[in-house]
């Protein structure tokens, strides 16, 4: 009955939480602690800040059940260590993470507990399935998704759990710091404001949005998710990325509206969109490179071009394209982009700009407050070519002819793009408050002339990589 330290980091919720619910079985006092080490500082901005938050709303749910979430920051061996001193811990618990610097600091942290005779127990629950719990008939992993789709399908989800009504907590607890003084919004500037006004944040507000999604959106999501100014998502990647939310909680309640529904087109393809963050995170466990090269070796010798003032173009949407800079636009004031503009934005900067995937996957790891290690490496290596599962090389996505199809209305553009209305919004207005003063950028200046021609840019990229075949050939 020694205490034990509950480590939480990407599962911040009651719901759902396997090591939360296996604690609360022992009966143990438990110890609930969150660490800032250096995989919550060095973050990017906006995930930065936008973990802070979390870190606070679900500090907020633990006390509605009888519990202070315990704060210190700085190494996480060290800090454990440390609190394993102060309190007599028996044990340290965790939540599995997939990315390679995770595992190696878990690995370190384990082996040190154990060398102690201390428990250490860690457990699933940021993904559907285990990266190594879905196969190939040979025994290795998937490296196309579909058929990574079918197994997952196939082998089905564990129930989620209910959330606990009680905790038992250690009665004398160790001292917490402060929150507001590690100044996680920092890097953010005047952006943080900004971003607060369209984040959901916590748990609570997470399954709002799933109810709220499953009440209506759900039946327009098959055909609907394309379409940028339609609201025929969900918005839960923000919430899944801090676990304020599980996978699981989602894929079982997806089911259960098929259930109700059977065959319907948009449950299925929101479960698809599910499976395809847990190819994302399978890919990473088995292919960690994909983080940092290209996953395929044929592309090591692609002349990508670096940093250029064509890419800090791009950055400042100022493309003059506008379902490019639109959707750069979304990013920097809410903090998330519309999928099927995501992919747009990228193929414009790799192919039409022939600029390295890595220049857009570091902004986007900036910007994003739903940013993930696997889902951003994956979406940015897929569109420039070079990853698993990826477009084929000819396919670029021309801006114009995407925006005809998909925001045929413009009320996607003119929400975001200022300089195309006569009377902007407060989502148009909001990127000028957010950006850097340095920028220079104001509302009434004339909209930019396009940057490259779009047939000039494709030809370019096509050349590029016919070069790249016949050097290998």
Known sequence: MTPLIL????DLRLDDNPMLAAAVETGRPLIPVFIADKSVLHLGAAARWRLGEAVAG????LRSVGAPLILRRGDALAQLMALRAETGAGGIWWSRLYDPDAIARDAEIKSAFKADGLEVQSFASHTLVEPWQVATKAGGFF???TPFWKALDARGVASPL???KRLTIMQALPGSENLDQWHLGAAMNRGALILARYAQIGEEAA???LERFLNGPIDLYREGRDFPAKEAVSGLSENLTYGEISARRIWHSALAFEASQPGHAGAVHFRK???WRDFAHHLMFHSKHILTENWRPEWHGFAWRGDSDEAETWRRAMTGEPLVDAGLRELYVTGTMHNRVRMVVASYLTKHLLTHWKIGLDWFADCLTDWDPASNAMGWQWVAGCGPDAAPYFR???PATQADKFDKTKAYRHKFIAELNRKPGPEALAFFEAVPRA??????QPYPQPMIDLRDGRARALNAYQTRELQEN
């Open 58 to 61: 679900f500090a907020k749910r």
């Open 162 to 164: 209910p959330a606990p």
């Open 7 to 10: 480590w939480f980091r990407r």
């Open 439 to 444: 920028w220079g950028l104001r509302p009434d």
């Open 207 to 209: 399954l709002t949005r």
């Open 396 to 398: 670029i996505f021309n």
């Open 273 to 275: 969109e599910l499976a």
């Open 143 to 145: 490296k196309v998704y």
